[in-house]
């Protein structure tokens, strides 16, 4: 590895063209110059410099040296302070989230990259244990899970509920377990889990999501409530995935009775330190989470 003070003797050098003012600018002996040349020399096994009496002629290997070394201890002289930079609206931040939350969040997030446009919002949509996982692994700086987090080197911060709505089609002004059954079921990859906590709480007609006939499937969470809106059947769903869908005309939510909650954690590694955009990232994302936990159903 090339010794970033030898570096610096030869651009002096290099600039000066003279052993003796190189020297006096670094507050060396002539000897102790020549020396730093010589093992940068050695280093590179190439000639920097002819020397012409007093004088010197650079090569061109020192020419191409000095491009380098210039940018080298450029970065180097700039790097302490760029290391210390931490502003809450300046870099990029990593963030992952279950599909419904996240729908209606990269909206609002995106509008703080337009507001801000230093910051650079990396999403990505994955489930519970991948978001956990990755925040395990420091492969993302903020997670947002339903599940309470397992791992020791993980911190959680509930911060707000998603309640499950029952979606219908607009048409139908009330959740009547006989709309129910006439129009089945859209079912997604927590479909199960969903309907069997809301329709269980709320009919006492219901035995479980199986027997119910299932109407479609869609494993896309802004394309699950396409087949609700013609018509096709109906699906429970978290409250923001439902307020995240483009045609709300088309639908009709319903909270139900006894409401079901789907528990909201803000989750990132113990041991990483939240960088200020992170933490301000993660107040917005707390400050929208608390409109839709308390937003009407």
């Given at each position: 590895?090339?010794?970033?003070?030898?570096?610096k003797?030869?651009c002096?050098?290099?600039?000066?063209?003279?052993?003796?003012?190189?020297?006096?600018?670094?507050?060396m002996?002539?000897?102790?110059?020549?020396?730093?040349?010589?093992?940068?020399?050695?280093?590179?096994?190439?000639?920097?410099?002819?020397?012409?009496?007093?004088?010197?002629?650079?090569?061109?290997?020192?020419?191409?040296?000095y491009?380098?070394?210039?940018a080298?201890?450029?970065?180097?002289?700039?790097?302490?302070?760029?290391?210390k930079?931490?502003?809450?609206?300046?870099?990029?931040v990593?963030?992952?989230?279950?599909?419904?939350?996240?729908?209606?969040?990269?909206?609002?997030?995106?509008?703080?990259?337009?507001?801000?446009?230093?910051?650079?919002?990396?999403?990505?949509?994955?489930?519970?244990?991948?978001?956990?996982?990755?925040?395990?692994?420091r492969?993302?700086d903020?997670?947002?899970?339903?599940?309470?987090?397992?791992?020791?080197?993980?911190?959680?911060?509930?911060?707000?509920?998603?309640?499950?709505?029952?979606?219908?089609?607009?048409?139908?002004?009330?959740?009547?377990?006989?709309?129910?059954?006439?129009?089945?079921?859209i079912?997604h990859?927590?479909?199960?889990?969903?309907?069997?906590?809301?329709?269980?709480?709320?009919?006492?007609?219901?035995?479980?999501?199986?027997?119910?006939?299932?109407?479609?499937?869609?494993?896309q969470?802004?394309?699950?409530?396409?087949?609700?809106?013609?018509?096709?059947?109906?699906?429970?769903?978290?409250?923001?995935a439902?307020?995240?869908?483009?045609?709300?005309?088309?639908?009709s939510?319903?909270s139900?009775?006894?409401?079901?909650?789907?528990?909201?954690f803000?989750?990132?590694?113990?041991?990483?330190?939240?960088?200020?955009?992170?933490?301000?990232?993660?107040?917005?994302?707390?400050?929208?989470?608390?409109?839709?936990?308390?937003?009407?159903g």
């Open positions: 590895m090339i010794n970033p003070i030898f570096l003797t030869f002096v050098l290099y600039r000066n063209t003279h052993f003796t003012q190189t020297a006096q600018v670094l507050h002996t002539q000897p102790g110059v020549s020396q730093h040349i010589h093992k940068l020399e050695e280093q590179l096994s190439a000639q920097l410099f002819i020397r012409k009496g007093k004088h010197i002629i650079a090569t061109e290997a020192a020419k191409t040296l491009e380098h070394a210039i080298i201890l450029d970065t180097l002289e700039s790097l302490p302070s760029e290391i930079k931490d502003s809450p609206y300046e870099g990029e990593s963030i992952m989230s279950p599909g419904g939350v996240g729908l209606l969040l990269y909206e609002r997030l995106l509008h703080e990259q337009r507001t801000h446009p230093q910051l650079s919002i990396q999403f990505r949509f994955a489930p519970n244990t991948d978001t956990e996982r990755a925040i395990s692994q492969k993302a903020i997670g947002i899970v339903t599940l309470r987090p397992t791992l020791a080197d993980i911190t959680s911060l509930k911060i707000g509920n998603d309640p499950l709505l029952l979606v219908l089609p607009s048409k139908y002004k009330e959740p009547t377990w006989t709309a129910i059954e006439q129009l089945g079921f079912n990859p927590d479909g199960e889990l969903h309907g069997t906590s809301l329709l269980a709480e709320n009919y006492s007609e219901f035995t479980s999501i199986s027997s119910i006939k299932q109407s479609g499937f869609s494993n969470i802004s394309l699950i409530l396409d087949p609700v809106s013609l018509g096709l059947g109906f699906t429970v769903l978290p409250k923001s439902v307020l995240a869908y483009r045609n709300q005309a088309s639908i939510a319903f139900l009775e006894n409401p079901v909650l789907e528990p909201i803000l989750i990132h590694n113990t041991v990483a330190p939240l960088t200020k955009r992170a933490k301000f990232i993660s107040d917005v994302i707390k400050n929208k989470i608390v409109d839709v936990s308390e937003s009407v």
